[in-house]
């Protein structure tokens, strides 16, 4: 039976955690499903109901916390590097906010893929226009870095084979912006690729994203945390070698 692990980044998401989680290990299939958490030292309850639930489910819910606030990154990076520890046929990246639905999941992880990762392509997306010039702009980014236009160069949702994932770490642990350096690295080196595409469940349509700093914020405008960190990114990847 194949050992599939979700590894999951968390900030914030008290609202919306639990049903998260309970979505996903409520997946029945022909695999063992396992969720890592790391949480990046919420200032919410987030860690708190993690905690409660990894009490309910202690052989299939598996949690940690940053010492401090490292960011989406970093802490991406962490809880991939955790899942690994569980000796998985596959794992799965997926942001705490639940973006593909517990059917898809399911889909997903009863595919029959034999390539190093698998990308999920997110439509339907209830972007403010600011995110999609966003989107557009990391595309182009990419295409700089390795001739190719990915269809959604930073999606958080990946399947990777393990080996794969291992060799991929150490050139994205410290980064801000993991997924796109992926998109890049796997791309340049030319490692096989299938698609997924999924439409993205909207669980908190009125917010800009806890990452941000300003949940409450209007999706509309962009945060100055958000501006910060977007140059802050590009300078990163015009500067990013791979390998």
């Not at 991939?80 to 799965?92: G, N």
């Not at 209830?126 to 557009?136: D, G, I, Q, V």
């Not at 999606?155 to 912006?177: H, Y």
Request: with cysteine.
């Amino acid at each position: 039976m194949k050992k599939i692990v979700v590894s999951m980044p968390v900030f914030n998401e008290s609202q919306i955690i639990e049903s998260v989680i309970l979505d996903y290990l409520n997946i029945e299939g022909k695999f063992e499903l396992l969720i890592v958490a790391v949480d990046d030292n919420s200032t919410d309850s987030t860690y708190q109901i993690l905690n409660t639930l990894r009490e309910k489910y202690p052989n299939r819910l598996f949690l940690n916390q940053n010492v401090s606030n490292l960011g989406h990154g970093p802490t991406f990076c962490n809880a991939l590097a955790l899942a690994l520890k569980h000796e998985p046929t596959f794992v799965v990246s997926c942001d705490g906010d639940g973006p593909i639905s517990r059917e898809d999941l399911k889909i997903l992880l009863e595919l029959e893929e034999k390539c190093d990762v698998l990308e999920v392509i997110r439509t339907e997306r209830a972007e403010p226009f600011f995110r999609k010039l966003t989107s557009f702009t990391t595309r182009l980014l990419v295409f700089t870095k390795c001739g190719t236009i990915p269809l959604d160069a930073n999606t958080p949702i990946r399947m990777f084979n393990p080996e794969t994932l291992e060799s991929l770490l150490p050139q994205i642990r410290d980064s801000r912006v993991p997924n796109l350096l992926i998109s890049i690295i796997i791309r340049q080196k030319g490692l096989s690729l299938s698609f997924f595409r999924i439409s993205v469940l909207e669980r908190k349509l009125h917010q800009q994203g806890t990452m941000w700093g300003q949940s409450l914020l209007p999706r509309s405008f962009p945060s100055s945390r958000f501006l910060k960190f977007s140059f802050a990114s590009l300078l990163e990847i015009l500067r990013f070698k791979v390998k």
